[in-house]
T-cell receptor, first 113, second 111 residues
Framework: GAGVSQSPSNKVTEKGKDVELRCDPISGHTALYWYRQSLGQGLEFLIYFQGNSAPDKSGLPSDRFSAERTGGSVSTLTIQRTQQEDSAVYLC???????????FGQGTRLTVV | DAKTTQPPSMDCAEGRAANLPCNHSTISGNEYVYWYRQIHSQGPQYIIHGLKNNETNEMASLIITEDRKSSTLILPHATLRDTAVYYCIGPSSGSARQLTFGSGTQLTVLP
């Protein structure tokens, strides 16, 4: 597709379960970002991938969160042992060299019950 | 990091120009100022960015002061669909250079 694609669009999971969120960036974009947005709040940076460089994980809130990017394209954000406070919209964005125009996906709404 | 300050909310009459201010007094000489907006329940959308010269595209104009300590995003003829949260952001100076979003300005375009 032409834009950043995220799946699933909605995910409801039970507390304590693991979840995987997927992001398909725009083809050729070397930079990929993950953010999360809690209800009524701003965007919180989670992790950043740029080409083959080591990712910047400085925004990950705990060791239950991890992300990988395979082959410089698709990225998966994994949350282990989910907690209710993990409930949020998780947004992915991609761009050419960092800090040019970034294109965001529509997000995955995660609800932990 | 280029920290930015924006008013929390603004109203604008439909068809009039919306002028959204942003202070970024700590911005460094080679840091761009970016503007994004987020319409309710959607992902953020890039609007425009600039370094020191005024910029214009099909969506908006960006006026940056000569000292680069502030800028104004101008939507020349606001429509109801322009109601959104507008973010003025500068990149992090850290290794990731991620876009750091603040709380933005909620612009409400009134009929």
């Amino acid at each position: 597709g032409a834009g950043v694609s995220q799946s699933p669009s909605n995910k409801v999971t039970e507390k304590g379960k693991d979840v995987e969120l997927r992001c398909d960036p725009i083809s050729g974009h070397t930079a990929l970002y993950w953010y999360r947005q809690s209800l009524g709040q701003g965007l919180e940076f989670l992790i950043y991938f740029q080409g083959n460089s080591a990712p910047d994980k400085s925004g990950l809130p705990s060791d239950r969160f991890s992300a990988e990017r395979t082959g410089g394209s698709v990225s998966t954000l994994t949350i282990q042992r989910t907690q209710q406070e993990d409930s949020a919209v998780y947004l992915c964005a991609s761009s050419f060299p960092s800090n040019t125009e970034a294109f965001f996906g529509q997000g995955t709404r995660l609800t932990v019950v | 990091d280029a920290k930015t300050t924006q008013p929390p909310s603004m109203d604008c009459a439909e068809g009039r120009a919306a002028n959204l201010p942003c202070n970024h007094s700590t911005i460094s000489g080679n840091e761009y100022v970016y503007w994004y907006r987020q319409i309710h329940s959607q992902g953020p959308q890039y609007i425009i960015h600039g370094l020191k010269n005024n910029e214009t595209n099909e969506m908006a104009s960006l006026i940056i002061t000569e000292d680069r300590k502030s800028s104004t995003l101008i939507l020349p003829h606001a429509t109801l669909r322009d109601t959104a949260v507008y973010y003025c952001i500068g990149p992090s100076s850290g290794s990731a250079r991620q876009l750091t979003f603040g709380s933005g300005t909620q612009l409400t375009v009134l009929p």
